[in-house]
């Protein structure tokens, strides 16, 4: 049962780091398209992304506590 447990949090936390890149790097595109310029469009994204996993770390540590 441990075992299952370890397979499903590593297949969430895949699941969250890939939806964290589509996310950071949709706000990086549409920042740079906003013509801010390079280094403001990676900043953007990478804040979009670090959002994106703290949110759904945090959304899944929350989900797997037990009462």
Do not use: K, N, Y
């Given at each position: 049962?441990?075992?299952?447990?370890?397979?499903l949090?590593?297949?969430?936390?895949?699941?969250i780091l890939i939806?964290?890149?589509l996310v950071g790097a949709?706000?990086?595109?549409?920042?740079?398209v906003d013509s801010r310029g390079?280094?403001?469009a990676i900043l953007y994204g990478a804040g979009a992304f670090a959002a994106t996993?703290?949110?759904?770390?945090?959304?899944?540590?929350f989900?797997?506590?037990r009462p």
């Open positions: 049962m441990r075992d299952l447990r370890d397979a949090r590593l297949i969430w936390f895949l699941f939806f964290a890149l949709t706000g990086g595109l549409l920042s740079w390079g280094a403001s996993v703290g949110l759904g770390l945090a959304v899944c540590h989900l797997q506590q």
